[in-house]
T-cell receptor, first 117, second 113 residues
Framework: GAVVSQHPSRVICKSGTSVKIECRSL??????MFWYRQFPKQSLMLMAT?????????EQGVEKDKFLINHASLTLSTLTVTSAHPEDSSFYIC?????????????FGPGTRLTVT | GDSVTQMEGPVTLSEEAFLTINCTYT??????LFWYVQYPGEGLQLLLK?????DKGSNKGFEATYRKETTSFHLEKGSVQVSDSAVYFC????????????FGPGTSLSVIP
């Protein structure tokens, strides 16, 4: 099946710095990718929809200036957590759908664990 | 809007016990249904899926049948193993949700020897 990768898998940063997380579709092109956030022992919360060549669509309550999303190519979307604070520590997961596949299956990346100290 | 409801956990079972995790959904369209599994400290893995009514998804001894009349997609396994301990998420996706995956809250399963 299709593969989605994320980099880095883990990152520790200091409060006030910015962190960039990459999401790549390895064997298919994705015009749309999705970014989720997961708190411990909770479900995944959709943060935003990343659209290739246009602005991301953010879910209600998600600060667009804090979580910058760039979808510069059909295989790469990036999430930048700006001026990170300890409350931004979380597990971030991206996903994408292969538009040539016949169903609505999303392929998920392995996730990035962000710890802000 | 679309939504997914799962039975509350955590669920604790003895090895070789029968497992059922209930899942029901609400959707205005005709969704595809999924079960994802998340092992401790890891990302999501697709366990099984079904794309139309009466389809049965199966994988690794797990099964779920797409029941449109009851809007359900219950997960079952005849004999669980310790290695099945994980969190299980029921989910749906369709055009009316703009391809977004709508997740249930997850059900934590612990299997004890």
């Amino acid at each position: 099946g299709a593969v989605v990768s994320q980099h880095p898998s883990r990152v520790i940063c200091k409060s006030g710095t910015s962190v960039k997380i990459e999401c790549r579709s390895l064997d298919f092109q994705a015009t749309t990718m999705f970014w989720y956030r997961q708190f411990p022992k909770q479900s995944l919360m959709l943060m935003a929809t990343s659209n290739e060549g246009s602005k991301a669509t953010y879910e209600q309550g998600v600060e667009k200036d804090k979580f910058l999303i760039n979808h510069a190519s059909l295989t790469l979307s990036t999430l930048t957590v700006t001026s990170a604070h300890p409350e931004d520590s979380s597990f971030y997961i991206c996903s994408a759908r292969d538009p040539l596949a016949g169903d609505y299956e999303q392929y998920f990346g392995p996730g990035t664990r962000l710890t802000v100290t | 809007g679309d939504s997914v409801t799962q039975m509350e956990g955590p669920v604790t079972l003895s090895e070789e016990a029968f497992l059922t995790i209930n899942c029901t959904y609400t959707a205005t369209g005709y969704p595809s249904l999924f079960w994802y599994v998340q092992y401790p400290g890891e990302g999501l893995q697709l366990l099984l899926k079904a794309t139309k009514a009466d389809d049965k998804g199966s994988n690794k001894g797990f099964e779920a049948t797409y029941r449109k009349e009851t809007t359900s997609f219950h997960l079952e396994k005849g004999s669980v193993q310790v290695s099945d301990s994980a969190v299980y998420f029921c989910a749906l996706s369709d055009l009316t949700s703009y391809d977004k995956v709508i997740f249930g809250p997850g059900t934590s399963l612990s299997v004890i020897p």
